[in-house]
């Protein structure tokens, strides 16, 4: 038997003669007990704990309207529906009746993560509860696994901006994707997503490339942090679409509307000033607004002018 199956079934909560009694019936479905010790190769008394434990988990099946009990292994694709559906019916009683015993959201810190299950179930609630908007700078593989959730965001009126590393698009999200697969892919030996939402939340991972596990994984819940973090993701959103424009032969006019529209479309005070309102002076921040709409305006005069 293969390690990496008994590693599995081990993660799947299987102890490791239940593994190799599972994988055993899989060979030689009917079986009795004293058939499946042998072809296991464990004790005939172990063998029997672990029938009786894999049918509690819903893993096999017994026959007893022959002359002896027999087993047999239910197909992998069925023991995980079932499995699946017992988990979804415990989470719902779980959920209700510690629902008195919870205290609220996080609070605010650092926190590692330690598994792709926890960088992508934090990427989901990043996402699924995000206000206005979120940065997104992610590799394709990750891409794959959240693509429905990015999609989802955009659905339902989030502003979503990301930097992918692959031509493509992702419905109702805006995109900054290169023509041809970019250097990055071709350079790192690992997979990142980074994403950070609403200036609020952040969460900077890399995976590794086989999908077995993480070289690095943080959560920030942290208001000033965050901040800074999206205005990083956002400055550098801004310089690879400046890049793009340029490129494009777009004309200084042209890629100052683009820019300016970016701005307002992810700058709001919603999204990025209103976390800084305990520590900034909110009027002055307007003030600075107005003045630079007139002047914005004022250079569209002239330049209306000159064209003349």
């Known amino acids: 038997m293969k390690e990496s199956v ?9 102890s490791g003669a239940e593994a190799a009694v599972y994988v055993a019936l899989l060979q030689e479905p009917k079986a009795t007990g004293y058939r499946i010790a042998r072809l296991a190769g464990k004790p005939v008394p172990n063998t029997y704990k672990a029938l009786d434990a894999l ?33 979804d ?56 696994h959240l693509r429905g959730d990015l999609e989802a965001a955009g659905k339902r ?12 698009e992702i419905k109702g999200c805006e995109v900054i994707a290169p023509k041809k697969p970019a250097a990055h892919l071709e350079i790192w030996k690992a997979d990142w997503m980074n994403i950070i939402v609403d200036s609020r939340e952040a969460l ?28 990083g993701a956002f400055h550098e959103f801004i310089f690879d679409r400046t890049g793009q424009l340029l490129w494009s032969g777009k004309s200084k ?37 107005r003045r630079a709409d007139r002047e914005e305006a004022a250079c569209r005069r002239k330049s209306a002018k000159e064209k003349k």
């Open 55 to 87: 049918h509690k988990k819903g893993a096999i099946i017994v026959d007893e309207t022959g002359r002896g009990r027999t087993y047999t292994a239910l197909p992998v694709s069925e023991f995980f529906e079932g499995m699946k559906h017992r988990l």
């Open 6 to 14: 008994v590693d599995h079934l081990t993660e799947l909560g299987f």
């Open 89 to 144: 019916t415990m989470r719902g009683h779980l959920e209700e009746e510690l629902k008195g015993l919870t205290t609220g959201a996080v609070e605010g810190g650092i926190y590692q993560l330690t598994t792709p299950d926890q960088v992508y179930g934090r990427a989901r609630t990043l996402l699924r509860e995000a206000r206005r908007v979120a940065l997104v700078d992610i590799f394709p593989r990750p891409l794959e």
């Open 253 to 289: 006019d042209d890629i100052a509307v683009e820019l300016r529209n970016l701005g307002r479309r992810y700058m709001t005070d919603d999204t990025f000033y209103e976390v800084q309102r305990a520590w900034v002076d909110m009027e002055k921040i307007r003030e600075m607004r």
């Open 157 to 168: 009126g989030v502003h979503v901006w990301a930097l992918t590393y692959l031509p493509g």
């Open 204 to 231: 900077y991972s890399l995976l590794k490339r086989d999908g077995s596990g993480l070289h690095r994984a943080v959560w920030i819940k942290d208001p000033y942090l965050a901040m800074q973090a999206f205005s």
